[in-house]
């Protein structure tokens, strides 16, 4: 079975460890593309050394959206000139992200220079003419508008977690929906794939988070085959047919 992930982080430290030994252990169970996305400059960096070590990682560039109000608007800037001059798969973990608490400290004042660091996303996606991969937890109505105003075809909306009046706008707007492993025990996701055409829907782990198995914390690629048979189970469909479908539509948005 052909499988891909189109958004994790595998360069991360939970995998520092053992990640020679898991690469040639997920492609044998058949992961065909992990595309891993830089949240901050270090991770940029990690991810590039990842794509250039590893075939099947092809690299995506951005910031985390709360890291982005982190940095001066010089630092991001220069971040930026740096993403433009390398060529990355997609513009990715990018967005926006209202959560409020322990996961994001900021809060409502950091929203307009949330907002801003975006905007400078989707203009650099649009100059480079690659695909953008969007975060956009508690924060999906500003998200869809932003990108409503732009020129961007090539859109994924990542464990998008909007209402269901929401989920077919951007259907409507011929975007596309990553799904993570967890639909295995999320309505949200479920009713994602339920809606959704096949043509625009993805599998994505978000790893090291999102494990579709309760004994097992860290994430993998190779999970996206849980996925995989959720959606066939909820379309009614051959696994193989699912992930078949799956890979061409990496292949139209990708490649």
């Not at 990640?19 to 992990?34: F, M, R, T």
């Not at 990018?94 to 608490?101: E, I, P």
């Not at 409502?108 to 650099?124: G, Q």
């Not at 914390?217 to 699912?242: H, Y």
Request: glycine share 4%.
């Amino acid at each position: 079975m052909i499988l891909v992930d189109i958004h994790c982080h595998i360069d991360f430290e939970d995998y520092a460890k053992d990640l020679d030994k898991l690469i040639p252990k997920w492609q044998k169970l058949g992961v065909k593309a992990i595309i891993n996305h830089g949240v901050d400059v270090a991770g940029n960096r990690r991810t590039l050394e990842l794509s250039k070590k590893y075939d099947v990682v092809k690299p995506a560039f951005g910031f985390y959206p709360v890291h982005c109000t982190e940095v001066s608007e010089a630092k991001f800037d220069e971040e930026l000139e740096w993403i433009r001059k390398q060529k990355p798969i997609a513009i990715g973990e990018v967005g926006l992200d209202y959560m409020k608490g322990d996961d994001n400290p900021h809060g409502d004042k950091h929203k307009v220079p949330m907002k801003k660091c975006f905007e400078k996303f989707i203009s650099l996606a649009e100059k480079l003419k690659v695909p953008i991969i969007v975060h956009s937890r508690r924060a999906e109505l500003d998200a869809i508008e932003m990108l409503e105003s732009s020129k961007l075809k090539k859109i994924v909306m990542h464990s998008f977690t909007g209402r269901k009046h929401l989920i077919k706008r951007s259907l409507d707007n011929g975007w596309s929906f990553s799904i993570p492993c967890a639909i295995v025990r999320m309505q949200q996701f479920q009713i994602m794939a339920e809606i959704a055409p096949l043509s625009q829907l993805f599998t994505e782990t978000d790893c090291p988070y999102l494990s579709p198995y309760p004994d097992i914390r860290r994430n993998e690629p190779a999970f996206v085959i849980e996925t995989i048979k959720k959606i066939a189970q909820i379309k009614k469909m051959d696994q193989d047919e699912v992930a078949n479908n799956i890979f061409m539509n990496y292949q139209k948005m990708f490649l």
